[in-house]
């Protein structure tokens, strides 16, 4: 009786953890945050609470210069063509793209 109380109890762990892995996976922000630390967070601070960033010239996230979002998806759509500054092009899909934007303008939402 021990064991299957056990392994019921691991199904159940189980099952709660795949179910919050794919909410997860269904919010865009969560996602952008995801393709931020892979893709963006050797030179850019992507935290909502970080003022500096590794590199000089790349913007934290949370800063006044990223809160201008009207040109937003226009810059983060040159990145995968043309790269800026001496930052190389980074491929990123336009559904990551989407997710990237999502993730930075939840950094300005109060």
Avoid: N
Wanted: some cysteine; charged content about 25%; overall charge positive.
């Amino acid at each position: 009786m021990d064991r299957r109380f056990g392994m019921v109890v691991l199904t159940l762990g189980l099952s709660a953890c795949a179910t919050q892995d794919a909410r997860k996976h269904d919010d865009p922000v969560a996602r952008g945050h995801h393709i931020a630390q892979r893709a963006c967070a050797t030179c850019h601070a992507i935290e909502k609470g970080d003022a500096t960033s590794r590199a000089r010239r790349a913007a934290p996230f949370a800063s006044l210069e990223m809160r201008h979002t009207v040109g937003l998806e226009g810059r983060l759509a040159d990145l995968t063509s043309k790269g800026h500054y001496s930052m190389a092009p980074v491929v990123l899909t336009v559904g990551e793209l989407a997710d990237l934007r999502a993730y930075i303008e939840s950094l300005h939402t109060h």
